[in-house]
């Protein structure tokens, strides 16, 4: 279907912002150039918000966390050249991450141009291996088809991003009258076949210590709802992948925990000893949460598409098609099974959540992990929303912070790029206002990005950065102790965070006691405004849980 344009469109650039409007585009995130400068006026004119960042790559974290959090296209901008070159690490964060995004970047004029090769990069080829879809723009009469094919890719499942590029001359060319704006498509997903779902119900009934998996695509209102009803139906056990947390309540009895490592933890234990995992949501796009094993378990992929074989991931069964419909349909036909055994999986989930407590109020300063996410978890309502950066913390973030709400849990453990944590607690707090929301970021993550806190303090956010610090890589670290190398080439200084806050017009908070970082977050919630707080970390405990003390307690289950 197609809608004709009410008014003539004075330029390439007045018709691309437009469709952009006819997709109900509501913020477009970006550091504009001189090569966006007609888009830049025909954006003036229109009702989309202009979010002007302070480098690209947190304009493609923002928009691809719009993605992630609404379902819809997140758009962000850049000039040509070094421009689009920032984008490329979002570009692959939404790409694996499965957010739909759309990059629109800019470029010399392609039909004339006095200035050689400055600055020109073939932008499209270099986004080809990154994206779903990616052209260069020839003619402002296609700008229309292109945007909605773009927006249909980005949102075709598996989501993903999308590139535009809109060189100069085309922007200013004015289009035929006749151009026409495409209206979005109504399609829906496909369901699965009636013949896959019975199999996977008669698998279910067959077996006798059958688990649930919960993954990344899982992570939508409608697939949670259809999970909830398919566990409690059933009672059959569930765990979760990092990007999985809190699809389910995870205070549910059912909850065994979550696969924040691949191997050796006590979720692995039941894993081991089930004989059927229904993983739901879950692609290899993801670290995996186990490790298949020819002979081995059974496995049911339940997806949008079909799984990608792998070494360490060859479900024998695929059902393929809308998520929640598939999750729904077993829920109806499956129910409750007398065969099925789950007592191993109470007493794995009995260890597990007595080594959750373990250490959870250890007055040691400065502060070991396992305190720092009780702390967190009892400041944050049951909806607020944690943003994690990546480093050691998101794996204790990830076993130990127990999610309620699906999308409260904001992580990355596809493409795992450092300095995305602050960018996507920003975009939260814009959707959400009234929530609360908290960024948790280590000290290297957080410096990748920490230009952003003016953007979030000029947007007047309702924000708190909880800045980790170990004055080093700390994750890396861990790994070059495990193999055995010397401590070496992983140490640096840290500015003064407080004054760092101050200076951006942000308010800054030092933690010097571990008893006062409690307090510290909740008042630094209620306050509104930004705020970072800076606490110091012992990660000595990184050894003594994941390299001895699990090998040890699973070894006795």
């Not at 050689?116 to 088809?145: C, E, H, W």
């Not at 085309?170 to 289009?175: H, M, R, S, T, V």
């Not at 806190?453 to 102790?481: C, H």
Request: one cysteine or more.
């Amino acid at each position: 279907m197609t809608t004709e344009l009410t008014t003539e469109a004075r330029n390439g650039a007045e018709l691309f912002i437009r469709a952009l409007e006819n997709e109900g585009v509501r913020y477009l995130f970006g550091v504009p150039g001189e090569e966006n400068l007609a888009l830049l006026e025909a954006l003036r004119e229109s009702n989309i918000q202009l979010v002007l960042n302070r480098h690209e790559q947190a304009a493609g974290f923002m928009a691809a966390t719009y993605g992630r959090l609404t379902g819809r296209v997140g758009v962000c901008l850049s000039t040509l050249g070094p421009g689009a070159t920032n984008l490329v690490t979002a570009a692959a964060y939404a790409q694996l991450g499965g957010m739909p995004m759309m990059m629109i970047s800019g470029q010399k004029p392609i039909k004339s141009s006095k200035q050689g090769l400055f600055q020109i990069l073939d932008v499209v080829d270099l986004m080809r291996p990154l994206t779903k879809y990616t052209r260069q723009i020839s003619n402002a009469n296609t700008i229309p088809a292109k945007v909605r094919e773009a927006f249909r890719l980005a949102l075709e499942e598996r989501p993903g991003a999308v590139h535009l590029e809109l060189p100069e001359d085309i922007a200013d060319e004015q289009p035929d009258l006749d151009t026409h704006i495409f209206e979005p498509s109504d399609a829906r997903r496909p369901s699965a076949s009636i013949k896959s779902l019975e199999m996977a119900c008669d698998m279910l009934r067959q077996a006798k210590h059958p688990l649930i998996m919960i993954g990344a695509g899982a992570n939508r209102k409608r697939v949670s709802q259809a999970l909830i009803h398919l566990v409690n139906v059933t009672n059959i056990p569930f765990f979760t992948t990092q990007m999985g947390k809190g699809v389910v309540d995870e205070r549910h009895p059912r909850y065994l925990g979550n696969a924040a490592l691949s191997s050796g933890d006590f979720v692995h234990c039941a894993i081991d000893h089930a004989d059927l995992v229904v993983n739901v949501g879950h692609d290899v796009v993801e670290k995996p949460p186990f490790f298949m094993k020819p002979g081995g378990k059974q496995v049911i992929h339940v997806n949008f598409s079909g799984a990608d074989v792998d070494p360490v991931y060859f479900p024998q069964h695929e059902v393929v098609g809308d998520i929640a419909n598939s999750v729904e349909y077993m829920a109806e036909h499956c129910g409750h099974c007398g065969s099925h055994d789950f007592t191993w999986f109470m007493e794995v989930k009995a260890a597990v959540d007595e080594h959750l407590k373990n250490r959870a109020d250890d007055p040691r300063f400065p502060i070991i992990p396992q305190r720092i996410v009780s702390d967190v978890r009892a400041v944050m309502p049951d909806d607020g929303i944690i943003a994690l950066d990546n480093g050691m913390y998101k794996l204790w973030f990830a076993r130990n912070y127990p999610a309620y709400d699906n999308n409260t849990v904001l992580l990355d453990n596809a493409l795992a790029s450092m300095g995305a944590g602050l960018p996507s607690a920003m975009m939260a707090a814009m959707l959400y206002p009234h929530q609360k929301v908290m960024a948790i970021c280590g000290d290297g993550g957080f410096m990748m990005n920490s230009q952003e806190v003016e953007t979030a303090v000029r947007l007047n956010l309702n924000l708190v950065v909880l800045i980790i610090n170990d004055s080093a890589y700390g994750m890396i670290k861990w790994k070059q102790a495990q193999e055995g190398f010397q401590d070496f080439g992983l140490d640096y200084q840290n500015p003064d965070f407080v004054k760092y806050a101050d200076a951006y017009g942000a308010t800054g908070h030092r933690v010097t006691r571990t008893e006062d970082l409690r307090p510290v977050l909740e008042n630094a919630l209620g306050a509104g405004g930004v705020h970072l707080v800076d606490v110091p970390v012992d990660y000595s405990e990184n050894r003594r849980v994941f390299d001895e003390e699990l090998a040890d307690l699973t070894c006795r289950l």
